[in-house]
């Protein structure tokens, strides 16, 4: 559910918890505002036009602080009149944050906490059953394990290795070392010193 408000001689579009800067309110930080210059507000499909204002809609929001905007230069400037007058502006506003749309009794805020519990709730009845699920499949496998232990023979073969290396490997390490003496070392040969020119 959204709404159109006017304040400030400008229009807003709103919703629950959107944080907008309006023209400056007598107001402080901190308090409950109500702004019931509700141009439109829609939910949906249905919408309510007001002419001009929307009866039954009141807007609620927070005041979150009071503060200024972003500095706006104003230049002015003559060609050959040497002419050149540069002012600087930051305007007063008013920080708030939505907190309800109502209409004829209907509260935006509300339909969002109930959707929020319901997801909420959704979320934990499907942690639960993938919870249960988890159980269920580790008591199978605790059982296959059983089983298929009871099963194989209880001394195996070991396998044949796959790779060149791994047989390699597993030869070494089944035949000691040869009984022919390796052969010696050849010494290294020297290099012939440089020739000076």
Known sequence: ???????????????????????????????????????LVADGDEAAIGRPVVDGAVVS?????????AKVISFKYKPKARRRVKKGHRQEQTVLRITDVTLNG???????????????TERQRLE????AQAAA????????AAKTAAEAPEAEAPKKPRTRAARAEASAVEAPAAEAPAAPARPKRARAPKKED
Request: hydrophobic fraction near 50%.
């Open 106 to 120: 209907r509260s935006a805020a509300e339909e969002a906490r109930r959707a929020a519990e319901a997801k909420r």
């Open 61 to 69: 929001a927070t005041v979150l602080r009071n503060d200024r905007a």
């Open 1 to 39: 559910m959204y709404a159109v408000i006017e304040t400030g001689g400008k229009q807003y579009r709103v919703e629950v918890g959107t944080e907008l800067a309006v023209e400056l309110l007598d107001v402080e930080a901190g308090e409950e505002i109500t702004l019931d210059r509700v141009l």
């Open 137 to 144: 499949d580790a008591a199978l496998a605790a059982t296959l």
């Open 128 to 131: 639960e059953a993938a919870a």
